[in-house]
Nanobody
């Protein structure tokens, strides 16, 4: 059974940095797009960044120049380096991946990791 497990969230002061990781495990044949989404209290889930298996990247305008997404295909892992964090970045961050396994192709979500930016 495929699972996505996030790590790296926590409490950080404004201007600080955090690095999120998300590892996919299970009987995986291949992984397509991997990405990070976030959901702040009272708001809808939104795309933060995504990266294809070929390395093409998209960022939300609100994080451009501050966040960097990367992936290690050998480890089935995607990362999100977050710099110059702002209070408005506070949210639960979810990993997402399009994965082909023995059951077919499916979009998978992690359980989320909380990022709190506060002084």
């Amino acid at each position: 059974q495929v699972q996505l497990v996030e790590s790296g969230g926590g409490l950080v002061q404004p201007g600080g940095s955090l690095r999120l990781s998300c590892a996919a495990s299970g009987s995986i044949f291949s992984i397509g797009v991997m990405g990070w989404y976030r959901q702040a209290p009272g708001k809808e889930r939104e795309l933060v960044a995504r990266i294809t298996n070929g390395g093409s990247i998209n960022y939300a305008d609100s994080v451009k120049g501050r966040f960097t997404i990367s992936r290690d295909n050998a480890k089935n892992t995607v990362y999100l380096q977050m710099n110059s964090l702002k209070p408005e970045d506070t949210a639960v961050y979810y990993c997402n991946a399009f994965i082909i396994d023995r059951s077919g192709a499916m979009n998978y979500w992690g359980k989320g990791t909380l990022v709190t930016v506060s002084s």
